[in-house]
């Protein structure tokens, strides 16, 4: 059997829990030595001193008018055995420490750094392995930078190739509605506290879905529809709570269906596991890879001169950047190494699993948290 040099060799994690910020939090000596017994309990032996002794720190940021914490700790791992352990046993600590109180608030986003975590799959499983374990859900990894990632969870919309041809159920077209509704909700947050909104998609005969607008609670309230058409002329529909639950992936909170329907900005792309953000000039690159028809040409190379004249006539890629070499330099080696594209000698084709990458909503530990309340 051969073994894996890269994975036989020790790792160093770097893992750091952000809380939440609070007015009211006290940095006080009782929560500095309270922390400090708590981490002792938790300590791994290591042979090393400072931030990779073991033993977790505690570090406080002032955000606004509150103090924000941050629970920072290094773990060394001689043997790949080891590593699910020792990274479960930081997640453990961290729940607990804000459990107790010894932080701001709860955990606001992950912080995992070691080296080439993007490129190690392996890794990332027993993560996401250990995190299940110790907080009870799942998760996903935003690639920050090559060597970091941020713990948090996925919205899946659509497929990236229905994205770019807008033909799936996230369209444009109903932007206006929801942006009106939302404004609305916003406006009398008290009006509909026992109430929650949703749209329900679904496909129609021509290239733009039907949209229906929809919300559950106790019970149906005809004051509710009535206001909200009076403001919006939007009449939405009740669910049945039983109903929703039943068919609960086919409808889609407000704020979902408007970041996936957007035609600007960027686009947070789920590749297995792993989440990346494409800015727009990337995905204007990427339509270069698309026919007339932006039917993607999944098997084709492309030349460094092909690619060339097509960016010059892309209706996709802004003015000021068609006739620029160096920007599609720049965006090729940086698609190349995220994993979007592949190149051979020059010449450039889409990833062979672009056909699987997903269109998605990356959100915070916290912010998901709050979203889902």
Avoid at 197 to 214: I, M, N, Q, S, T
Avoid at 256 to 262: M, T
Wanted: charged letters at 25%; one cysteine or more.
């Amino acid at each position: 059997m051969i073994m894996d040099k890269r994975n036989a060799m020790p790792v160093i994690f770097d893992i750091t829990a952000h809380c939440e910020p609070s007015a009211h939090f006290k940095f006080t000596r009782r929560i500095r030595n309270d922390f400090d017994v708590l981490a002792g309990e938790y300590a791994q032996s290591t042979w090393m001193l400072g931030s990779y002794g073991g033993k977790a720190r505690l570090q406080t940021d002032v955000q606004g008018i509150g103090v924000a914490t941050r629970m920072e700790v290094g773990r060394l791992s001689l043997r790949q055995g080891r590593r699910k352990g020792l990274v479960q046993n930081a997640f453990e600590f961290f729940r607990e420490a804000c459990a107790k109180g010894l932080g701001s608030g709860p955990v606001e986003r992950i912080l995992m750094g070691f080296p080439n975590a993007s490129d190690r799959p392996q890794e990332r499983e027993l993560i996401r392995q250990a995190y299940v374990e110790a907080f009870k859900e799942e998760c996903a990894f935003l690639s920050r930078e090559q060597n970091l990632l941020e713990l948090g969870h996925c919205t899946v919309f659509q497929s990236v190739v229905q994205y770019l041809r807008e033909d799936g159920l996230y369209h444009s077209a109903h932007r206006d509605n929801i942006e009106q509704v939302q404004r609305h909700l916003h406006q009398e947050v008290g009006r509909y506290e026992n109430h929650k909104f949703y749209v329900r998609p679904e496909k129609a005969d021509g290239p733009v879905p039907k949209l229906d607008f929809c919300y559950t609670g106790d019970r149906a309230d005809r004051g509710v529809e009535a206001y909200i058409e009076g403001y919006t002329e939007v009449c939405p529909e009740f669910v049945d709570p039983v109903d929703f639950r039943r068919d609960r992936s086919r409808y889609v909170r407000l704020k979902d269906y408007e970041r996936a329907s957007r035609r600007f900005g960027g686009l947070w792309v789920l590749q297995g596991d792993l989440v990346r953000f494409l800015s727009p000039p990337q995905i204007g690159i990427l339509y270069l890879f698309f026919n007339e028809d932006l039917q993607p040409a999944l098997d084709a190379y492309f030349s460094w001169e092909q690619l060339r004249a097509l960016q010059e006539g892309s209706q996709h890629i802004d003015p000021s950047l068609r006739y620029s070499p160096t920007f599609l330099e720049v965006v090729l080696e940086g698609m190349t190494r995220g994993g979007f594209l592949v190149e051979r000698d020059g010449a450039y084709r889409l990833s062979p699993n672009f056909a699987g990458f997903q269109h998605v909503s990356f959100y915070e530990l916290g912010e998901y948290g709050r979203v889902n309340q």
